[in-house]
């Protein structure tokens, strides 16, 4: 049988007080499907203005967590069956 390990990186705020925005600096390139299916909601962030790189923030029981955008896609499937969504997620991340 084997393990998925999922490798999830907290964000990183950047905000003394000063209405600095947070921004993701490090990004997890590798999540497991049975992580995304938890996720509760996500933003983006794009590069530009006060922060350096596009990434993708997931909430994981209330708690943000930074990832790589090419996850999107994944989390975009529409989750109606779990079964389905968890065979769908899998085929396209052997494609990434």
């Known amino acids: 049988r084997m393990r998925s390990s999922s490798n999830i990186l907290v964000c990183v705020v950047a905000n003394d007080g000063h ?6 600096v490090e990004l997890s390139r590798n999540i497991s499907c049975k992580t995304l299916k938890k996720v509760q909601k996500y933003d983006i962030q794009n ?24 996850f999107l896609h994944i989390l975009e499937l ?19």
């Open 47 to 70: 590069a530009g203005g006060s922060c350096d790189s596009r990434a993708l923030i997931l909430y994981l029981k209330n708690k943000p967590y930074c990832a790589d955008p090419k």
């Open 19 to 24: 209405f600095i925005p947070a921004c993701c």
């Open 78 to 96: 529409p989750k109606k069956n779990s079964r389905n969504w968890l065979k769908r997620c899998k085929k396209r991340m052997r494609k990434m």
